[in-house]
């Protein structure tokens, strides 16, 4: 570009293209494309088609939409900038949660619905707002971009990215990038952005502990038989010590940013009931960011309405271990392992049936994209700048982004605030802080236009 256009200039021509991108997110919105949902396939393909559609609108010189070992389809689309330009590769998925119970929504859960300054839908926020945000930002620039842009909106992240590293090995050349800006993450509040800079790993784990070969009389055998749901208890309660740790020795725990997160949003954010104690011990944001978190969030047993005087004999528990950056997956199974096979009593049985794994993320952020980007969000925010910001929750394919381009700057950015809900019923994107996430891509753009080398 011969005349970099000023801050004024930019914010103005953000503020034009909103009206049009905010009727291209709700169209987007409005295709089912629950990726977990065999039955809605076709909804997966058509959000991709139309995502497609919306790049080959901008003049964009390839988009294609591709797939690799089976998976979701993907879209990849690729527009120059000048000569010597850097290359920012701009992420986001298409694909959305499932929406669960439409009687938890106060309005219909694909039909966007505007509400004291949200739009709420499935998707609103995550993650296809990720997409509108790349859209607008590229919008203001039209034909006279200030680097070169590739588009990369994944169709299956929310079911895990399975086909994530076949499909980087089979396009990385066209990938291949100087800047990756991924959105699928949050600012720390309305009115405070953000750099997620580490976020945790995920171990998801059955554990079955069996102590009969088929149910028997409690009447009968109790008081000499282990009970197998008994027996479970004791072993999910091992996890843990008193102050609410988690107890599996060899896991790995790090320091987090020193950022203060209120008693009364933590309550009001977490839902937890006014007598409930937090547990663990550390810094509040330590506890939630970086040092292992473990949940059981699924019990195989009898339900207690209709349930007889019978020992069965086995019962099963979904173990969710989230592991702190620093740690790997691999460490984390066999440290669980080791941990259950020690603490299962009476002899009973115990399998373990490792489900899945994600790896945990530390981003170095540091370099001239970090300083753009931070520059390019307070600018965005009048003046407050962002916080770096640690994510407890686990988004694997970052760190498969850090493997396949360990050359290029990793920054994490997103749409989503505290009260987005995402995954939840409700979900909503703050509709204010979405016109300033655009323009902060706007001006994190117009700024890397100006590094070189």
Known sequence: MTNRPTTDELRAKVTDVLPRLRRDLEDLVRIESVSADPARAAEVQRSAEAV???????????????SADGGAPAVIAHKPGPEGAPTVLLYAHHDVQPENDHADWDSPPFEPTERDGRLYARGAADDK?????????????????PVSVTMFIEGEEEVGSESLPALLREHQERLRSDVIVIADSGNWDIGEPALTTSLRGLVRADVEVRTLTHAVHSGMWGGLVPDSLIALSRVIASLHDDEGNVAIAGLHSGPAADVEYPEERLRAES????GV???????????????PALSITGLDAPKVEGASNTLVPAARAKISLRIAPGD????????LREHLEAHVPWGAELTMTVVDTGEATQIDATGPAYDAAREAFTEAWDGTAPVDMGVGGSIPFIAEFLEAFPRA???VTGVEDPDTRAHGANEGLHLAEFERVVLA??????RLGTVRG
């Open 328 to 335: 790997t997956s691999a460490n984390a199974v066999e440290r």
């Open 409 to 411: 700057s990793v920054l």
């Open 52 to 66: 497609a559609e919306l790049f080959r609108a901008e003049g964009f010189a390839t988009v294609d939409i591709v």
């Open 277 to 291: 104690h937090w547990i663990g011990s550390g810094s509040t944001v330590e506890r939630l960011w970086t040092k």
């Open 441 to 446: 891509e706007t001006l994190l753009l117009d």
């Open 129 to 145: 707002a990720g997409i509108a945000a790349h859209l607008g930002a590229l919008r203001v620039f039209g034909d006279d971009l």
């Open 271 to 274: 839902g937890a009931l006014p």
